[in-house]
């Protein structure tokens, strides 16, 4: 994982301040000119990559420290935080509650892996004893039904979709309404991700969104965008109410930093990322572990 090389480089940025004899202006400009290169490899958006920076150096005030301060657990702590602070949406996402039926809607570009982030969202909820359900209401993209079926059949999780479908709306209504009715406590709906043109997309899911009522969107992201990351999930945002993040991909070569500018366009934390092509290749996300982890 690419991810890991920023970890890297963020540490041994931080390892060689660490050595330096003396903590002045210079050495410490140099460590953040060094993790703001790394930043910017790693495809963070130059804006976040900046006020990090503006931000270190305003708690880190080399001259107000004095002499017994230990400078270099000071810039050490400051760098963390900055980085959780990065992937920190301020506000936990609504949480879909056991026993309690919750209608979950998932948007996102197709081939970002939507569909089959779905399918790991019912799976790690059933393993947890949840009554999940699947709804198909991509209208757009012919193989669509067939794979969320395939997958959903194999997880043994209830499942409704049709074919290209004129009064689909409708239909994801009367299906979503249904699975309350029976209990399903985690009403998963699957959205389209591709049209001709995007302001269709947009229209398509508002009008989802609309029938269907969801007590949380859920934006799904492939890691690998990169620099592309702020803007698409912005443009999401824009268009219906994003309440989380999930990543995919992150096993793959992805450089990971759209996954801090998803958060910071969206206002919306990851709560879970996609590791693997498999339904169990999914984990749950917190912030402190994984920015330790990254660092190392
Ligand atoms: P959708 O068009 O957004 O619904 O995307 P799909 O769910 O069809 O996924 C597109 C491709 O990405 C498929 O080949 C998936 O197997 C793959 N995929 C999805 N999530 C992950 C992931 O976390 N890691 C890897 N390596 N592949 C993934």
Not at 116 to 139: E, F, I, N, R, S
Request: charged share 25%; net charge positive.
């Amino acid at each position: 994982m690419v991810l890991a090389q920023l970890g890297g480089s963020i540490s041994r940025a931080l390892q060689q301040m660490s050595n330096a004899t003396v903590i002045d202006e210079k050495v410490l400009n140099e460590c953040l000119n060094e993790i703001t290169r790394a930043l910017l490899q790693a495809d963070v958006q130059f804006k976040l990559v900046r006020d990090m920076q503006t931000n270190i150096k305003k708690i880190v005030n080399l001259e107000d420290l004095a002499a017994g301060h230990n400078k270099r657990k000071i810039i050490q702590q400051a760098v963390f935080n900055e980085l959780c602070k990065m992937l920190d949406a301020g506000k936990p996402s609504f949480t879909p509650k056991k026993g309690k039926p919750s209608v979950v809607m998932f948007v996102g570009l197709q081939g970002s892996g939507k569909t089959t982030t779905c399918t790991k969202y019912a799976y790690y909820h059933q393993k947890k004893g949840w009554k999940p359900a699947l709804v198909c209401a991509d209208t757009f993209r012919a193989g669509a039904f067939d794979q969320l079926k395939q997958n959903a059949t194999k997880a043994k999780i209830p499942f409704y979709g049709r074919y290209l479908e004129d009064i689909y709306l409708v239909l994801t209504y009367d299906f979503v309404e249904r699975f309350k009715k029976e209990n399903c406590d985690l009403i998963i709906v699957d959205t389209s991700g591709r049209h001709k043109q995007e302001a269709a997309l947009f229209e398509e899911m508002r009008q989802v969104s609309e029938a269907t009522k969801p007590d949380l969107v859920i934006f799904v992201m492939d890691s690998s965008i990169g620099q592309a990351a702020f803007d698409q999930a912005q443009a999401f945002k824009q268009s219906v109410a994003v309440g989380a993040v999930i990543v995919t991909k992150m096993d793959g070569h992805a450089k990971g930093g759209g996954a801090l500018s998803a958060v910071a366009a969206t206002k919306s934390p990851v709560i879970f990322i996609g590791t693997g092509e498999h339904m169990d290749e999914f984990e749950v996300f917190d912030v402190k572990p994984f920015v330790s982890r990254l660092l190392g």
